[in-house]
Nanobody, 127 residues
Framework: QVHLVESGGGSVQAGGSLRLSCTVSTSTYSSYAWAWFRQAPGKEREGVAVLYSRGTRLNYADSVRGRFTISQDNAVNTVYLQMNSLKPEDTAMYYC????????????????????WGQGTQVTVSS
């Protein structure tokens, strides 16, 4: 069974940085698309960053563009989310998601496009 294992969450002060990691538990799969979503208390889950078309295309939510960077290391089946200049409004549970189907995504921001999800890692930013 495939699992996505996340790490790197924690508590930081505003302006600080964190790097989240998400690793596929088996080397059998090579992900064709990755995404990071987040969900704050009382809010819907929202897309933060996407990396798709076998790593050739990426995009960010307007709220994080210029501060967050999504990247991948295929050698270790891991995707990263580098988060800089963190703000209190970035506080949320962060989830990674992966699609292994190899097909083109109709909408990389749609949660239904991803067939595997991590357990979530908490990020808390204090002012």
């Amino acid at each position: 069974q495939v699992h996505l294992v996340e790490s790197g969450g924690g508590s930081v002060q505003a302006g600080g940085s964190l790097r989240l990691s998400c690793t596929v538990s088996t080397s059998t799969y090579s992900s064709y698309a990755w995404a990071w979503f987040r969900q704050a208390p009382g809010k819907e889950r929202e897309g933060v960053a996407v990396l798709y078309s076998r790593g050739t295309r990426l995009n960010y939510a307007d709220s994080v563009r210029g501060r967050f960077t999504i990247s991948q290391d295929n050698a270790v089946n891991t995707v990263y989310l580098q988060m800089n200049s963190l703000k209190p409004e970035d506080t949320a549970m962060y989830y990674c998601a992966a699609d292994f189907s190899g097909g083109s995504l109709l909408d990389p921001w749609a949660q239904g496009e991803y067939n595997f999800w991590g357990q979530g890692t908490q990020v808390t930013v204090s002012s």
